[in-house]
């Protein structure tokens, strides 16, 4: 199995920034991608931003250029750094990862986080 556990959220001001962390620990074999998403009340979960295992990023268009996804392979974590947040981007952040582990090699599965809590208000 992997666990995934993230740090970082809280409240914060609009126009203001929260890192968030997630790592990954467990029996792990390789880690591929790994993302963000969130969820708002009453809304569906969406993806925040991506990265592969290479470095390659993708984000959702309204968080481009406000958000930086980065990841440490070494430490098998992921991070985002989100900043001039906004109202709206108050939601659940959850961190997920594609990966396989050391039982089963061939075998890759989705595991996600907890999820931590942000809030932008005044």
């Known amino acids: 199995q992997v666990q995934l556990v993230e740090s970082g959220g809280g409240l914060v001001q609009p126009g203001g920034s929260l890192r968030l962390s997630c790592a990954a620990s467990?029996?792990?074999?390789?880690?591929?991608?790994m993302g963000w998403y969130r969820q708002a009340p009453g809304k569906q979960r969406e993806l925040v931003a991506g990265?592969?295992?290479?470095?390659?990023?993708n984000y959702e268009d309204s968080v481009k250029g406000r958000f930086t996804i980065s990841r440490d392979n070494a430490k098998n974590s992921v991070y985002l750094q989100m900043n001039s947040l906004k109202p709206e981007d108050t939601a659940v952040y959850y961190c997920?990862?594609?990966?396989?582990?050391?039982?089963?090699?061939?075998?890759?599965?989705?595991?996600w986080g907890q999820g931590t809590q942000v809030t932008v208000s005044s």
């Open positions: 467990g029996s792990i074999f390789s880690i591929y991608a």
């Open positions: 997920n990862a594609d990966a396989a582990t050391v039982q089963y090699p061939r075998i890759r599965l989705v595991y």
């Open positions: 990265i592969t295992s290479g470095g390659s990023t």
